[in-house]
């Protein structure tokens, strides 16, 4: 079973940035699509961004496009999240996640990490 760990989470202020990585281990993910989550206080988990298995293919929330960039490096197995012009909104948990298939992002992620804090400040 693959463990998915995320870091690079903090406190920044409003118009910052931050990477975030995702690595994993156990198995490879070279075969999987993967995505990232938000969980702000009191609301659902939302879908941020995923990357197809090779990188090729991009998917993005409307609320983070043009700001975001997911990546990834799959010699590393490990999955980056980009952050640029960060607003108090952005203020979430975020989960990294795996999905089952490599192209496709209709069925759930099967695996998550636990989550990496960040705070924007106003």
């Known amino acids: 079973q693959v463990q998915l760990v995320e870091s690079g989470g903090g406190l920044v202020q409003a118009g910052g940035s931050l990477r975030l990585s995702c690595a994993a281990s156990?198995?490879?993910?070279?075969?999987?699509?993967m995505g990232w989550f938000r969980q702000a206080p009191g609301k659902q988990r939302e879908f941020v961004a995923a990357?197809?298995?090779?990188?090729?293919?991009?998917l993005y929330a409307d609320s983070v496009k043009g700001r975001f960039t997911i990546s990834r490096d799959n010699a590393k197995n490990t999955v980056f999240l980009q952050m640029n012009s960060l607003k108090p909104e952005d203020t979430a948990v975020y989960y990294c996640a795996a999905y089952p298939d490599s192209g496709t992002y209709y069925r759930p992620p099967l695996s998550w990490g636990q989550g990496t804090q960040v705070t924007v400040s106003s």
């Open positions: 990357i197809n298995w090779s990188g090729g293919n991009t």
């Open positions: 156990g198995r490879t993910l070279s075969r999987n699509a």
